[in-house]
T-cell receptor, first 115, second 112 residues
Framework: GAGVSQTPSNKVTEKGKYVELRCDPI?????LYWYRQSLGQGPEFLIY????????DSGLPNDRFFAVRPEGSVSTLKIQRTERGDSAVYLC?????????????FGPGTRLTVL | GESVGLHLPTLSVQEGDNSIINCAYS??????FIWYKQESGKGPQFIID?????DKRQGQRVTVLLNKTVKHLSLQIAATQPGDSAVYFCAENHTGRRALTFGSGTRLQVQP
């Protein structure tokens, strides 16, 4: 079956612009996660959805970052007034919501470059 | 605070040798651990996981060892192949928290 897909694969924008990054999770996975990975570092958690609701958004760095998952499937990560420091690979992952199971399946990521 | 780290940033091994990648964690509440493999330009790929009620788990050519006393995790890869060349991350979380905390990674280079 299809894995997690993310679009676009690359996004170049100018400082101050607004961007949207999209994630299509594995079909049937109710849990969806966003992570951010800077060069040479491990992924850092941003936000976790269970269904349509954000169950944990403690990783969002500031109020310029926002994510939605209106129908419990596709999710969009939105970044306002982008800054050069936002440049990173944004990873999406999904997992089935089963007690005791937290294997997260990652997409290929969107590489965001803010000029 | 919580942290998951790695002892060595780069590990170079000969093809056919066994590889051992180490990871330390600091959160005593951590009860679930995962090893991921990440190739250039790709997302992390699940390798193997282990829960805190176990100290060893084996997969195909891989073994994860967990020492809760010293908060140490290791990934052993048997008969390392060129296709194993990648960056390896350990990650953890604990009951009640779904987000994973990742270490900074170890780059494994397999020399032919």
């Amino acid at each position: 079956g299809a894995g997690v897909s993310q679009t676009p694969s690359n996004k170049v924008t100018e400082k101050g612009k607004y961007v949207e990054l999209r994630c299509d999770p594995i079909s049937g996975h109710t849990a969806l996660y966003w992570y951010r990975q800077s060069l040479g570092q491990g992924p850092e958690f941003l936000i976790y959805f269970q269904g349509t609701g954000a169950a944990d958004d403690s990783g969002l760095p500031n109020d310029r970052f926002f994510a939605v998952r209106p129908e419990g499937s596709v999710s969009t990560l939105k970044i306002q007034r982008t800054e050069r420091g936002d440049s990173a690979v944004y990873l999406c992952a999904s997992s089935p919501h089963q007690a005791g199971v937290n294997e997260q399946f990652f997409g290929p990521g969107t590489r965001l470059t803010v000029l | 605070g919580e942290s998951v780290g790695l002892h060595l940033p780069t590990l170079s091994v000969q093809e056919g040798d066994n590889s051992i990648i180490n990871c330390a964690y600091s959160n005593s509440a951590s009860d679930y651990f995962i090893w991921y493999k990440q190739e250039s330009g790709k997302g992390p790929q699940f390798i193997i996981d282990i829960r805190s009620n176990m100290d060893k788990r084996q997969g195909q050519r891989v073994t994860v060892l967990l020492n809760k006393t010293v908060k140490h995790l290791s990934l052993q890869i048997a008969a390392t192949q060129p296709g194993d060349s990648a960056v390896y991350f350990c990650a953890e979380n604990h009951t009640g928290r779904r987000a994973l905390t990742f270490g900074s990674g170890t780059r494994l280079q397999v020399q032919p």
